[in-house]
């Protein structure tokens, strides 16, 4: 079940374009979710993704799906760090800075924290933008809403599109998960 997850909403991810993405996933009960998890961590870890569990409701979870190299980057962008530390994060370390988020979305009963935009590498700017204006006054939207540069958003869009429709394509003809992830 978790592929169909994993080809809607984190292609990009897969694909090395992106350093992380979000799914809500559904299941039917804990150790299937754990089973799911465990499986797929197991199967796409040598080839440089994670999967981390943010949060659990009843038979839903949010699952997290991540390329270290790519998101330490995100990470130590020194204003992306300096960012993070005004919402009390005391260091870059992956394994503590996903820890805090948890905490953080289990302290959110709507919505997200703003500081997740960093995690799933959105624009600073879009991110400090979306926090200024409480989400409205966007010059546009895509994957996320826009505040900054909205032609190189666009592109990017338009790129993570293109490599959705390309991966649901190829899963449909067969191509397994392990086939389309790049290894990194």
């Known amino acids: 079940m978790i592929e169909r997850f994993l080809i809607e909403h984190c292609s990009a991810t897969l694909a090395s374009i992106?350093?992380?993405?979000?799914?809500?996933?559904?299941?039917?009960?804990?150790?299937?979710?754990?089973?799911?998890?465990?499986?797929?961590?197991?199967?796409?870890?040598?080839?440089?993704?994670?999967?981390?569990v943010l949060r659990?409701?009843?038979?839903?979870?949010?699952?997290?799906?991540?390329?270290?190299?790519?998101?330490?980057?995100?990470?130590?962008?020194p204003e992306n760090a300096a960012f993070l530390k005004s919402y009390g994060y005391e260091n870059t370390d992956i394994a503590y800075a996903l820890n805090r988020l948890k905490t953080r979305v289990a302290e959110c009963k709507e919505g997200f924290p703003h500081e997740i935009g960093v995690?799933?590498?959105?624009?600073?700017?879009?991110?400090?933008?979306?926090?200024?204006?409480?989400?409205?006054?966007?010059?546009?939207?895509?994957?996320?809403?826009?505040?900054?540069?909205?032609?190189?958003?666009?592109?990017?869009?338009?790129?993570?599109?293109?490599?959705?429709?390309?991966?649901?394509n190829l899963w449909h003809q067969g191509r397994t998960i392990w086939q389309l992830t790049v290894a990194a």
Not at 61 to 73: F, M, T
Request: proline fraction near 2%.
């Open 18 to 52: 992106k350093a992380a993405n979000l799914c809500n996933m559904t299941f039917s009960s804990k150790e299937e979710l754990e089973d799911q998890i465990s499986y797929w961590s197991a199967c796409l870890e040598p080839k440089g993704i994670h999967i981390f």
């Open 56 to 77: 659990e409701h009843e038979t839903r979870a949010l699952v997290y799906v991540y390329r270290e190299g790519l998101l330490q980057k995100e990470l130590e962008n």
């Open 119 to 168: 995690f799933l590498g959105y624009p600073l700017n879009d991110v400090l933008g979306f926090i200024k204006n409480h989400g409205s006054n966007c010059k546009g939207m895509g994957d996320w809403k826009v505040y900054g540069d909205l032609g190189e958003a666009q592109k990017t869009f338009a790129k993570f599109k293109k490599c959705r429709e390309i991966y649901a």
